[in-house]
């Protein structure tokens, strides 16, 4: 149905393979919750991490053993409706565990190399990128997410926006390399309802190296 992201980061088998499974973990973040201070504060953080995506992980868990428990009995039915909160909780724990390798204390900037040379070519510029990404994350409706992504097919970068937590790869086929959280829990503490200044502000956060490796990884 969808992989999803152990704390490794890795993908793994997908959700066919539940006969014997390890259950999935919350990741450990690779900074500290006021790390990324003044940009995001240590409060919104220590809350989206350790609450919301917590409840994400624990709740795909739940789902997962009820899916498990029905393939064994062959209940299709059951099956079929386990399938929004295996998609929804599945999708959050695969997006916030891409999202906090996105950030870094040491981010902000521009990417280098052959990530700003893909950029160039597909949007012109850095700075169109940067623009057209932000735009689109603003003109979420409710909750949900700004991606980068790679499409393999056609070898070129896009940009594309996922209701709720729909991952992005599940749900468009491009691969996930900058996710940009825009549900309200990942800023309104700080930014209140202006959801621009948000989005200005994180840019100052990115972890463009993390981005390059993955770039450079589904390239491969």
């Known amino acids: 149905f969808f992989s999803s992201y152990r704390s490794s980061a890795k993908l793994v088998a997908p959700l066919g ?8 973990t919350l990741p450990d973040l690779p900074y500290d919750y006021a790390a990324l201070e003044p940009h995001i504060n240590a409060e919104i953080m220590q809350l989206h991490h350790s609450k919301h995506h917590a409840a994400y992980v624990n709740n795909l868990n739940v ?5 498990k428990e029905a ?15 295996l998609k929804f909780n599945g999708g959050g724990h695969i997006n916030h565990t891409i999202f ?5 204390p040491n981010g902000g900037g521009e990417p280098k190399g052959e990530l700003m040379e893909a950029i160039k070519r597909d949007f012109g510029s850095f ?13 979420v409706q409710g909750s949900g997410w700004g991606w980068l992504g790679y499409n393999k097919e056609q070898g070129r970068l896009q940009i594309a926006a996922c209701a709720n937590q729909d991952p992005l ?8 390399l900058l996710g940009i959280d825009v549900w309200e829990h990942a800023y309104y503490l700080q930014y209140k309802n202006v959801r621009p200044d948000y ?7 990115i972890n463009w190296e993390n981005v390059s490796s993955r770039y450079a990884a589904c390239k491969k």
């Not at 749900?171 to 996930?176: A, K």
């Open 17 to 24: 393979c539940l006969v014997s499974r390890q259950k999935h």
């Open 71 to 85: 393939l064994a009995k062959g209940d299709v039915t059951a099956q079929v409706s386990l399938q929004p909160a």
């Open 199 to 205: 989005l200005k502000a994180i840019w100052n956060v």
């Open 127 to 139: 700075a169109n990128f940067k623009e057209k990404l932000t735009a689109l994350s603003v003109g």
């Open 63 to 67: 789902a997962e053993e009820k899916y």
């Open 169 to 176: 790869q599940g749900t468009t086929g491009l691969i996930p």
């Open 100 to 104: 906090w390798t996105n950030l870094s």
